[in-house]
């Protein structure tokens, strides 16, 4: 039978595409649960249910199922009915009841209004049972058998009976040619799941077509129909394989042209839609890049690269200008269904170089224009070959058609992606041009959005980095340890903050909080209530009063500051801590002495910025070793769960024994931070509370008068050679007789509201001024407070190890 003559062909109607197995395929898979996880632009169009409707759904539901025609009335809702046939049932491979492959017939409404029998059409499926890592559990095929007959020019299917079948596609004619075009048939799922499937559907047969089981056709994929120049013309196709049948020629009459020129319109348009439906799902720039680049291949083209400028892949701000000779270009993303490895060594992911100015690569960066070239000719293979240095680029170009489009957005360009098709499929051309330059325009708008959000995320990150203390780790009488951990939400930036400040007396606040919301308004509302705390701090503001103040604070800076706070003061002589909680989760405590952990039991509190509510100071008492933790909520709440077994598995892990304390932060981290769900930022600070040794601090009372100066000298000096400091006693015993002169002389000038004492200004002729200056000059550090009607001068004095 030859359909190559046009006169062969039913009067006003070609055999087209599709007698040669070309036909629209809905492609589906469904995952182990039998819920649909891919839904193609056919299966859309078949069963006229989008792709974002259908995934998820049981598949069931959408596909036609049973053997046995149903009546209309058993199908209310217009789905799916079966065809009256023999032959076996989609439900038994949905089921996940057969190992092996099945076709069959159905006959199914694509409207789910459901209209009437007549309007119900015909279909065949094929069922492919997979197996491997993935949930992917079956891949189903099906075509409108309706429109293969129609198409073939018989009106109903007793003219000319359809079947689904498989074959071993190496007894296939042209069979490399069928296992190189099968993945288009495929949704785009990734080349490692398409490149698994695929094989498994080798292994399982190749489905084709049986017409009346005379001719036997393998199904080709549906994409790209070329333009036929001329009023008629004929297209050889991969033809039957049963014996003694010739391959068979496609005629396309004048009439059918226009109708082959809008299906191939009509499935570049599809392929867009698909595209922009799978790119930019997420503002994390790499993520987008390697969807970008992962679009257009194996659909597209056989080969895609993506190049971006420096300024956009570090998240910078707008590269300034079109780019030059000079632009360094990243190449990010490379994506292929070569064999694996073969582009790795030539064109590395990552490597960053400007490209020459004699090539294609070039023109289509610095005019912002596609750049198309239908076939690489040796000439030109050997050209752009010789402009890299140290690779060859030849074997990989050579024969291939070539299509490079620019990445932009707000009329600059960002990078442009290379495309390839190797020499077996067809060149690109004039419409693949705009379908390219569409893909790449969608693209880099995509790619954009993820630029400025890096760019942003960035600044947010270094604002709150700046905003984060530098921590002494080793305080008067405690070690301090802390960890910070951003959130994983889009705008992740919160405003978790934690601080230890020196106090006088050798005691340390230590402060941890959190701002509601995140974004830079709730880091910059952190940096301003951490500044608050720690000048009231250095005032030696009690901690009830301080977290009073902070409410006040928040208030007058407007109704949206909320915040939590956690503030404590230890002193490590008086082996003491002194708290105060507003609306903060409450610490543990973790004592040396059993090794046991507990949450103190504090005062709740209403958060900062809420107003009216009074908050309350408790004391604890602390032993050398015990240990305090201090977190903010992110570490223990997650959504889902009870905070309760957040608290209790945070006491658990701080109670685990560890060689330092850094290792004890990371203990917490890791028990707590692998639960899952954790969105929010993580401020963590921990403090040893060492304490000071009884016998390593002096306490006297001085008498208000001036003899006290002398004995006070004498007392120092004493006590540091006890202390066998010989190389301080000389500098102390004037530190000390500044100090003690200058409470005295305060107590001769008193009044209800002392005022701290300032350094002077002295002229020579001045005769007092000068006894802060000496402390300022000698002391390492020194500092004054107020209490009632008393004041602390204090100092630290840098001491030399003795000779």
Not at 45 to 61: K, N, Q
Not at 85 to 93: F, M, R, T, V, W
Not at 122 to 149: F, I, K, N, Q
Not at 383 to 410: C, H, N, Q, T
């Amino acid at each position: 039978m030859d359909r190559g003559n046009e006169r062969d062909a039913p009067a006003g109607r070609g055999v087209g595409d599709t007698a040669a197995g070309r036909v629209p395929l809905a492609v589906v898979v469904v995952d182990r649960a039998g819920l649909v996880s891919h839904w193609s632009s056919g299966a859309r169009r078949l069963f006229g249910i989008g792709r974002e409707e259908a995934v998820g759904r049981p598949a069931a539901d959408l596909l036609p199922v049973s053997g046995a025609l149903h009546d209309d009335t058993d199908d209310p809702h217009g789905g799916p009915a079966s065809y009256d046939g023999s032959g076996p049932d989609l439900e038994a491979s949905l089921d996940g009841q057969n190992g092996f492959p099945q076709a069959g017939c159905a006959r199914l409404c694509p409207h789910p209004e459901g209209p009437g029998a007549e309007d119900r059409i015909d279909v065949l499926w094929w069922a492919y049972p997979l197996v491997g890592p993935d949930p992917s559990r079956l891949l189903v095929l099906v075509a409108d058998a309706t429109r293969l007959r129609a198409e073939r020019g018989h009106d109903d299917a007793t003219a000319e009976r359809i079947t689904p079948g498989f074959a071993r596609h190496t007894e296939l004619p042209a069979a490399e040619d069928l296992e190189r075009r099968l993945p288009d048939i495929l949704p785009n799922m990734g080349p490692g799941l398409s490149a698994r499937i695929v094989s498994q559907v080798l292994e399982l047969g190749y489905p084709i077509l049986e017409f009346s089981q005379y001719e036997r056709v393998p199904v080709t994929p549906y994409w790209g129909v070329p333009r036929r120049p001329g009023r008629r013309t004929a297209e050889a196709v991969p033809g039957p394989v049963a014996a003694g049948h010739r391959p068979v020629a496609a005629a396309v009459p004048a009439g059918a042209e226009q109708d082959l020129e809008y299906a191939a319109v009509r499935e570049r348009l599809e392929f867009l839609n698909e595209v922009s439906s799978r790119i930019g799902s997420s503002l994390d720039l790499g993520e987008t890049i390697r969807e970008v680049t992962s679009a257009a291949v194996p659909r597209f083209a056989d080969f895609a690269g993506t190049h971006l400028r420096a300024a956009v892949l570090a998240g910078e701000g707008f590269p300034d200008g079109p780019p030059d000779a000079s632009t360094v270009m990243f190449r990010v993303w490379v994506e292929h269904n070569d064999e694996p490895g073969r582009w790795d060594d030539t064109v590395p992911v990552g490597e960053a170089f400007a490209f020459p100015e004699h090539t294609p690569f070039y023109k289509c960066m610095v005019t912002g224009e596609p750049v198309l070239v239908p076939r690489v000719t040796d000439e030109l293979s050997e050209r752009i070959s010789g402009e890299f240095e140290k690779r060859d680029l030849r074997p990989l170009i050579r024969g291939r058609s070539l299509l490079i489009v620019p990445l932009k957005a707000r009329n600059v360009v960002l990078g442009f992606m290379v495309l390839m098709r190797r020499p077996d499929r067809p060149q690109f051309d004039d419409m693949d041009r705009t379908t390219g330059a569409e893909l790449a325009a969608r693209a880099g708008l995509v790619l954009d959005n993820a630029r400025m959000y890096t760019y942003q995320e960035n600044v947010a990150d270094t604002l709150q980095d700046s905003m984060l203390p530098q921590i002494t780790p080793r305080m008067a009488g405690c070690d301090v340890a802390t960890r910070y951990l951003p959130g994983t939400r889009l705008g992740r930036i919160g405003g978790d903050w934690f601080d230890t400040i020196k106090l006088p007396g050798s005691r340390t606040a230590l402060v941890v909080g959190d701002v509601m919301g995140h974004g830079l308004n709730s880091a910059a509302m952190m940096g301003q209530l951490r500044t608050a705390v720690q000048t009231m701090a250095a005032m030696e503001t009690p901690p009830a009063q301080l977290l009073r103040n902070l409410d006040d604070l928040a208030r007058r800076l407007g109704d949206t500051y909320l915040a939590t706070c956690l503030y404590a003061v230890y002193d490590p002589i008086r082996g003491e801590l002194t708290l105060a909680n507003a609306g903060h989760i409450p610490p543990v405590l973790v004592r040396a002495e059993d090794g046991g952990s507990r949450l103190l039991d504090l005062p709740t509190g209403a958060p900062i910025g809420v107003g009216g509510v009074p908050f309350e100071a408790v004391r604890v008492r602390v032993a050398p070793g015990d240990r305090l933790v201090l977190c903010t909520d992110g570490l223990v709440e997650v959504r889902g769960s009870d905070i309760g077994e957040g608290l209790a598995a945070l006491c658990e892990s701080a109670a685990h024994p560890a060689a330092s304390m850094d290792d004890a932060c990371d203990t917490i981290i890791r028990a707590l931070n692998t639960r899952g769900g954790r969105k929010d930022d993580v401020a963590l600070l921990m403090a040893r509370l060492n304490g000071i040794p009884d016998d390593h601090v002096a306490e006297w009372r001085l008498e208000p008068v001036p003899a006290e100066v002398p004995r006070a000298r004498r007392l120092v000096r004493g006590q540091l050679l006890d202390w066998g400091l010989p190389q301080a006693v000389e500098t102390a015993e004037l530190l000390v007789s500044e100090v003690v002169t200058n409470a005295v002389l305060l107590f001769e000038v008193t009044d209800d509201e002392p005022a701290l004492p300032a350094l002077l200004s002295t002229g020579p002729e001045d005769e007092s001024g000068r006894g802060l200056r000496v402390v300022s000059r000698l002391a390492r550090e020194w500092g004054a407070s107020a209490t009632g009607h008393r004041k602390t001068v204090w100092f630290e004095q840098a001491l030399t190890p003795g000779r």
